[in-house]
């Protein structure tokens, strides 16, 4: 395999963001811009909307599909008539999931997908405009769910990505993205322990770097990963703050008994698109009804109002800045303030540190399991990478200072390293070391 002549595309496709990276013959990488209405982002949101629209005079509606900030704005602006849809790359390995029905039309995982980078390349502008032939697609080390068909996501992801019109479509594991990202700036020989985390996976990777004539020549020691990462952070906190003052742990009168409110109301949460389809099911007319005979009548009107008001994504942003303030301070307030509701806690890291103790015991042994199938000793490890925004965290940092000593610990390009690196890695010579073809799709 030879490098590329012209410009490779990198596009690391994550849970929560999606970044693009262009890399030319000048051997740097560029990150794709984009004008979005709140501001220039580099930091694409992996989210979907499909919205009908009814123009004047029109008899027959128009399918208005849109992605990134451009569909959370039209499902914050008119939820009601709007299919939200986020985190799907969840779904990507799920024999379980085969199709969603919106608007009388079925979507594959593919549809979705291919529909979601279409968007991606039209708000590009010029520089996606003409794509060159070479892209090369990040792809977790562990998929996330419990039982992940592997060959299947790739299937999907080929079927999907060949649609943007690449005729040469490689995968590469995403730390291995960071990893060539970051190896590009070593000096010696080093065996690099590289951690990604996303939005809903975290990925491991030991490998070992050494310089040459030729070039830098790697070899993959070992992978991990778990489907753990800040979007099972964000749930604990909602779980711990929010879902209490909304009647989670209360009680309803009914004929002559005293009941439990159920459970699953509160499942929803787990991601704020999920509450516009609690909205409108089944359960939003119990909850009403739940409302006149709680204990806490007060509690249920706040969850009915957070749901009929569209208030998800204004508590998400609340959730965010909270975990921003606790990987920089010891205390922090969590504020939520929407309509009649507020919600308003002190809240201590080591509390924080409490709630999301199992998802970092659940990363812990991913490290833990990368550094043992590697064959290495801890000490034997020369430098650490940490890449993605749970990184921030402070407690996940103290997963690697606890377990490698002095070892160096350094990031950078939280958000933009992994695409980048693959981009570069789409004009290597040896790319089959660092990445894999697939068949083309059927």
């Given at each position: 395999?030879?490098?590329?002549?012209?410009?490779?595309?990198?596009?690391?496709?994550?849970?929560?963001?999606?970044?693009?990276?262009?890399?030319?013959?000048?051997?740097?990488?560029?990150?794709?811009?984009?004008?979005?209405?709140?501001?220039?982002?580099?930091?694409?949101?992996?989210?979907?909307?499909?919205?009908?629209?009814?123009?004047?005079?029109?008899?027959?509606?128009?399918?208005?599909?849109?992605?990134?900030?451009?569909?959370?704005?039209?499902?914050?602006?008119?939820?009601?008539?709007?299919?939200?849809?986020?985190?799907?790359?969840?779904?990507?390995?799920?024999?379980?999931?085969?199709?969603?029905?919106?608007?009388?039309?079925?979507?594959?995982?593919?549809?979705?997908?291919?529909?979601?980078?279409?968007?991606?390349?039209?708000?590009?502008?010029?520089?996606?405009?003409?794509?060159?032939?070479?892209?090369?697609?990040?792809?977790?080390?562990?998929f996330a769910g419990g039982a992940p068909d592997e060959q299947l996501a790739l299937d999907r992801y080929q079927a999907a990505f060949a649609r943007l019109g690449f005729s040469d479509i490689r995968y590469a594991y995403e730390p291995?993205?960071?990893?060539?990202?970051?190896?590009?700036?070593?000096?010696?020989?080093?065996?690099?322990?590289?951690?990604?985390?996303?939005?809903?996976?975290?990925?491991?990777?030991?490998?070992?770097?050494?310089?040459?004539?030729?070039?830098?020549?790697?070899?993959?020691?070992?992978?991990?990963?778990?489907?753990?990462?800040?979007?099972?952070?964000?749930?604990?906190?909602?779980?711990?703050?929010?879902?209490?003052?909304?009647?989670?742990?209360?009680?309803?009168?009914?004929?002559?008994?005293?009941?439990?409110?159920?459970?699953?109301?509160?499942?929803?949460?787990?991601?704020?698109?999920?509450?516009?389809?609690?909205?409108?099911?089944?359960?939003?007319?119990?909850?009403?009804?739940?409302?006149?005979?709680?204990?806490?009548?007060?509690?249920?009107?706040?969850?009915?109002?957070?749901?009929?008001?569209?208030?998800?994504?204004?508590?998400?942003?609340?959730?965010?800045?909270?975990?921003?303030?606790?990987?920089?301070?010891?205390?922090?307030?969590?504020?939520?303030?929407?309509?009649?509701?507020?919600?308003?806690?002190?809240?201590?890291?080591?509390?924080?540190?409490?709630?999301?103790?199992?998802?970092?015991?659940?990363?812990?042994?991913?490290?833990?399991?990368?550094?043992?199938?590697?064959?290495?000793?801890?000490?034997?490890?020369?430098?650490?990478?940490?890449?993605?925004?749970?990184?921030?965290?402070?407690?996940?940092?103290?997963?690697?200072?606890?377990?490698?000593?002095?070892?160096?610990?350094?990031?950078?390009?939280?958000?933009?390293?992994?695409?980048?690196?693959?981009?570069?890695?789409?004009?290597?010579?040896?790319?089959?070391?660092?990445?894999?073809?697939?068949?083309?799709?059927?």
């Amino acid at each position: 395999m030879t490098s590329a002549t012209g410009p490779t595309v990198g596009i690391d496709f994550g849970t929560t963001n999606t970044v693009v990276a262009i890399a030319g013959s000048d051997g740097e990488a560029m990150v794709l811009r984009f004008e979005a209405p709140s501001g220039e982002v580099t930091a694409f949101r992996s989210t979907l909307s499909f919205q009908m629209r009814h123009g004047a005079g029109d008899r027959t509606p128009q399918r208005i599909v849109e992605a990134g900030p451009w569909a959370i704005d039209a499902y914050v602006e008119d939820a009601h008539d709007t299919r939200f849809i986020q985190s799907f790359k969840t779904f990507a390995a799920s024999a379980a999931f085969t199709e969603t029905v919106i608007d009388n039309r079925r979507y594959k995982f593919e549809d979705l997908l291919g529909a979601f980078l279409l968007r991606v390349r039209a708000h590009g502008g010029e520089t996606m405009a003409a794509l060159p032939a070479r892209v090369i697609v990040g792809r977790p080390v562990t998929f996330a769910g419990g039982a992940p068909d592997e060959q299947l996501a790739l299937d999907r992801y080929q079927a999907a990505f060949a649609r943007l019109g690449f005729s040469d479509i490689r995968y590469a594991y995403e730390p291995v993205g960071a990893a060539f990202f970051f190896a590009r700036t070593l000096e010696a020989d080093a065996t690099v322990l590289v951690a990604d985390f996303g939005g809903g996976t975290s990925d491991f990777s030991v490998i070992r770097f050494e310089r040459s004539a030729d070039g830098l020549k790697s070899t993959a020691l070992s992978r991990s990963g778990v489907g753990v990462a800040g979007d099972a952070f964000d749930y604990r906190i909602i779980d711990q703050l929010v879902s209490p003052q909304l009647g989670k742990g209360g009680r309803y009168r009914t004929f002559d008994k005293t009941l439990p409110i159920p459970q699953r109301y509160y499942a929803a949460f787990a991601r704020w698109d999920q509450l516009a389809l609690l909205r409108a099911s089944k359960d939003m007319r119990d909850i009403r009804a739940l409302a006149r005979t709680a204990e806490e009548p007060d509690k249920l009107d706040r969850l009915v109002e957070i749901l009929d008001d569209n208030h998800g994504y204004a508590l998400y942003q609340a959730v965010s800045a909270l975990k921003l303030d606790l990987s920089e301070h010891e205390v922090a307030d969590f504020a939520f303030v929407a309509g009649s509701i507020r919600i308003e806690k002190t809240v201590t890291r080591q509390e924080f540190e409490g709630w999301i103790a199992p998802e970092l015991a659940a990363i812990e042994a991913a490290v833990e399991d990368a550094v043992a199938r590697s064959g290495l000793g801890a000490g034997q490890i020369d430098r650490i990478f940490l890449t993605g925004g749970t990184s921030f965290v402070p407690a996940v940092r103290a997963i690697f200072q606890r377990r490698f000593g002095g070892v160096p610990i350094e990031t950078g390009g939280e958000f933009e390293s992994i695409a980048s690196g693959l981009a570069l890695i789409g004009r290597e010579p040896n790319l089959d070391d660092w990445s894999e073809a697939r068949p083309a799709a059927a």
